[in-house]
């Protein structure tokens, strides 16, 4: 789900407002309608919510259930942070 580049854009976008349907199809450059399927997947996954505001629906991120996932990377970010510290030690002992 999170695979898909638009629908990562889309939360990127939501990081820092709430934004109708119309900003997020402007800044992402595609159809009403595609913006609109990647957002009923984003909102059956639970990482995004709509509010109506007169005619307009607002969408806003929930960032809750993203605490999974990143739960789930602590380990992986762990064996890359070793493998970058074992790399600087190994670039710094290397002769000028």
């Not at 789900?1 to 939360?11: D, F, G, S, W, Y």
């Not at 602590?74 to 510290?85: G, I, M, S, V």
């Amino acid at each position: 789900m999170l695979a898909e580049p638009n629908r990562r854009r889309i939360l990127d976008l939501l990081l820092g407002a709430e934004r109708p349907v119309g900003e997020l199809v402007a800044a992402l450059g595609v159809s009403q309608p595609t913006v609109s399927k990647h957002l009923k997947v984003l909102r059956e996954a639970g990482l995004v919510e709509a509010t109506v505001d007169a005619q307009r629906r607002l969408y806003r991120l929930r960032p809750e259930p993203l605490q999974g996932i990143d739960d789930w990377l602590t380990p992986y970010r762990r064996a890359w942070r070793d493998r970058l510290d074992a790399l600087e030690r190994h670039l710094d002992d290397l002769p000028d």
